[in-house]
């Protein structure tokens, strides 16, 4: 048992530092090769933060085990904002961006809803699968075109992506080390996440929900955090929302591709769960376009509930 608790937690550090080696190495190289900062925060960064969901989902299918792949993304969207937004926002209240009120949080509804549309069968299969892709698709085209009216300077980035751009070799090198270190800590972060729901008995639906999850999520709450303490906490919203959006487009789309996912433990309440922390969020972001910590406090104390309600 402690065994598999060491490497449980080591594939979830390895998971981390290969994302954080990623997104660093990937966005110094796009900026290298003359894309836009603002294109790389919407695109490579965005798709990099959801890298830990991304290896962890494709491991579980290959395994067999798609319940945690797809448990791990509606618990992964969920957390992402009862508990991160939640935890950010009563840390520091968040400015909200007019662009996300007018498309990233209606989006994120929709895309929800037609997820929960899509697994009313039991599973999310390849022509689900091809749709998502599509979708992922027309996403990034839209958001390259957007970005060609914004201001640079608006972009998320890592702080040192611009003084890597020019050390073009460590960039790759860092690129596949990240990818690296995704595989393999996904492999045991999954491997370790299924004999621990063996070991208690308990549906691996639920170790995706829950466990899994919060896992994955950690770069996501880490950056918020930082990002709140330094004054910056407008800026962890739009990541959330865009992690969410590329959660269900591009986590669901891709690793229903290489395996359909079963919905197999999942319940319609956890799709309805998911979609009320999305829409939800919707009016209180509009509410004087800020999140405050009283708003932050229901949906942390949200989170909390609906974990006590699906533990066994």
């Known amino acids: 048992m402690a065994l598999t608790l060491l490497l449980f937690v080591t594939g979830l550090l390895i998971l ?56 791990n993304v509606i618990g992964s969207n969920v957390a992402n904002i009862g508990l991160i937004l939640g935890v950010t926002a009563m840390i520091r209240p968040m400015h909200v961006q007019p662009s996300l009120l007018r498309e990233q949080i209606p989006l994120m509804i929709v895309m929800s809803f037609i997820i929960w549309f899509m697994a009313t069968d039991g599973r999310i299969g390849f022509f689900d699968g091809c749709i998502l ?31 890597l751009k020019d050390k073009t070799w460590f960039c790759i090198l860092l690129i596949v080390v990240g990818l690296g270190g995704l595989i393999g800590g996904g492999m045991l972060f999954v491997n370790s996440a299924v004999e621990i729901a063996r070991l208690f008995d308990v549906d691996e639906a639920i170790i995706g929900l829950t466990i899994v999850a919060i896992g994955t999520s950690m770069p996501e709450l880490a950056t918020s955090v930082v990002a709140a303490i330094r004054h910056h906490s407008d800026i962890a919203i739009g990541n959330i929302v865009g992690s969410n959006i590329f959660n269900l487009l591009a986590i669901l789309g891709i690793a229903s591709l290489i395996s359909p996912l079963s919905g197999a433990g999942i319940n319609h309440s956890d799709y309805l769960v998911m979609i009320a922390f999305a829409v939800i969020l919707l009016p209180m972001a ?22 006590a309600y699906i533990w066994p």
């Open 16 to 71: 981390m530092g290969g994302a954080e080696s990623l997104v660093r190495g990937s966005s110094a190289l796009a900026l290298r090769l003359g894309v836009t900062p603002l294109v790389v925060g919407l695109t490579v960064v965005a798709f990099g933060t959801s890298s830990p969901e991304l290896a962890v989902s494709i491991e579980s299918a290959l395994k067999g085990s798609s319940s945690i792949a797809l448990g």
């Open 133 to 163: 892709t599509l979708a992922l698709l027309g996403f990034l085209y839209h958001s390259y075109r957007i970005s060609k009216d914004e201001d640079e300077n608006d972009a998320d980035l890592p702080e040192d992506a611009m003084t």
């Open 286 to 307: 509009w509410s004087g376009r800020t999140l405050s910590r009283p708003e932050g406090t229901v949906l942390l104390l949200g989170y909390l509930g609906y974990m």
